[in-house]
């Protein structure tokens, strides 16, 4: 069992992470918004700024674990720290649907999906996304049925709310989504398939051939990959904590609480870190808009030190030349 300070620092770590991790990500795809006018990237963003809401509430539960016994949290704040944990969760795990339907319009209607998937369509869909992920995580808050009847003080998500919210998640949404992922996944690779004879056929056939069904574009194609990662993330990473948290449901002698807040809640907060590093590592445009990122900031440090420059005399000229002259090789060879 792991002391409440260390348990507290691990979660100011993992706070700090995902809000800086999901911050970065946040700002290079608002700038790929602006510059490529793209709709569903808005669907990245949202998912950037779902997992950032999730680090931000769990570093309000930080305090809790850092604070000495004598210093209880009520119990109803810690409801509502734990129903804003709960919402946010929820709906960096329904933009991820979101995401999943998208690449999957785009790609079993290409003609139509600028038709179906405009601005209004897209603004709808968030809003509504964010309405269900907030009515999901206060529910206990109205349902008597899903709150724990004692509270000791130390807040939790056990300690406010009961296993059979796990369970209704569970049943009710989080094993429905996973097969309605299976499907899209399932007919996407159809698609692909089918779409790769098209292409040998083209190839025999002439450019008549094309006429019948449009192409899909590579980018689609290889933005299913980056979705069926995030959803096999999704999958692994909280799978563990509900099926655990079933069976704490159906098994009240278990007391499998230790488990379930210590370790398998963490891994599944942390998802929310994996979600910027798989849109880093496997979206190209993503990684390009980083590289110009930080090529903005090697040449406003070079502005800065060009400008410190004129008041550091010859040697502080010389050093400036330097730093300039090795970013440009490095600029270069990129």
Request: proline letters at 4%; a positive charge; hydrophobic letters at 50%.
């Amino acid at each position: 069992m792991e002391s409440p300070v260390s348990f507290g620092v691990i979660l100011a770590v993992l706070a700090s992470l995902i809000i800086a991790a999901n911050a970065l990500v946040a700002i290079a795809v608002l700038s790929l918004i602006f510059k490529n006018d793209s709709i569903s990237l808005c669907f990245t963003l949202n998912l950037a700024v779902a997992d950032a809401f999730l680090g931000l509430a769990v570093s309000g539960l930080v305090t809790d674990q850092l604070s000495s016994p004598a210093r209880p949290t009520e119990k109803t704040l810690c409801s509502l720290r734990m129903a804003f944990v709960t919402s946010s969760a929820a709906a960096s795990v329904l933009t991820v649907m979101l995401i999943a339907f998208d690449r999957y319009l785009a790609i079993k209607w290409p003609l139509r999906y600028f038709q179906i998937m405009n601005g209004f369509m897209v603004g709808t869909c968030l809003a509504g996304l964010w309405l269900v992920s907030n009515l999901i995580g206060f529910l206990p808050l109205g349902i008597h049925g899903f709150q724990q009847t004692t509270y000791r003080g130390s807040c939790s998500f056990f300690a406010v709310f009961h296993p059979r919210f796990v369970l209704t998640l569970s049943c009710v949404g989080f094993f429905p989504a996973l097969l309605l992922f299976v499907f899209f996944y399932c007919d996407i690779l159809k698609i692909a398939s089918t779409h790769s004879q098209q292409i040998r056929n083209t190839e025999h056939a002439g450019a008549l051939a094309r006429a019948h069904q449009p192409p899909r574009t590579p980018s689609d194609l290889k933005a299913v990959r980056t979705v069926a990662i995030l959803i096999g993330s999704f999958t692994l990473s909280w799978s563990p904590f509900l099926v655990t948290g079933i069976v704490q449901a159906a098994c009240q002698e278990c007391r499998l609480y230790l488990v379930l807040e210590q370790y398998l809640w963490l891994l599944g907060v942390g998802n929310s870190l994996l979600n910027p590093l798989i849109y880093a590592c496997w979206q190209k445009e993503v990684r390009q808009q980083f590289s110009q990122m930080a090529l903005a900031m090697k040449k406003g440090l070079a502005a800065c030190l060009l400008l410190s420059a004129r008041d550091g005399g010859p040697e502080g000229h010389r050093e400036s030349v330097r730093y300039i002259t090795t970013m440009s090789h490095l600029e270069l060879e990129g």
